[in-house]
Nanobody
Framework: QVLLVESGGGLVQVGGSLRLSCEAS????????TAWFRQAPGKEREFVAG????????SYADHVKGRFTISRRNAKVTVYLQMNSLEPEDTAVYYC???????????????????WGQGTQVTVSS
């Protein structure tokens, strides 16, 4: 069983920044894709950004390109989401997810992920 814990959410003004963290435990010898998703009230859960096990391949949703950056620590225990130039439309619960994948593979669909964190709230005030 893989356990994920998100942290770093909070309240920020328009144009501000936050850094979310996702710490994993319980992984074995497989390689993993890890991604951030978000869900606002009344909306479907949507892909935000993903990173391969190698850390060298990333993917971003169109609405966050140029503003958000996903990265891994070299130890591969923690994945970060640096969020800059935040907008009210970014307000949502942000979830970290991970699943076994090839070393350079990034998966973008929620149904492909086996393990999920509890979520962290991000609120951008206008």
């Amino acid at each position: 069983q893989v356990l994920l814990v998100e942290s770093g959410g909070g309240l920020v003004q328009v144009g501000g920044s936050l850094r979310l963290s996702c710490e994993a435990s319980g992984r074995t010898f497989d390689t993993y894709s890890t991604a951030w998703f978000r869900q606002a009230p009344g909306k479907e859960r949507e892909f935000v950004a993903g990173v391969s096990w190698s850390g060298g391949v990333t993917s971003y949703a169109d609405h966050v390109k140029g503003r958000f950056t996903i990265s891994r620590r070299n130890a591969k225990v923690t994945v970060y989401l640096q969020m800059n130039s935040l907008e009210p439309e970014d307000t949502a619960v942000y979830y970290c997810a991970t699943t076994p994948a090839a070393i350079t593979q990034v998966l973008e669909y929620p149904s492909r992920y086996d393990y999920w964190g509890q979520g962290t709230q991000v609120t951008v005030s206008s």
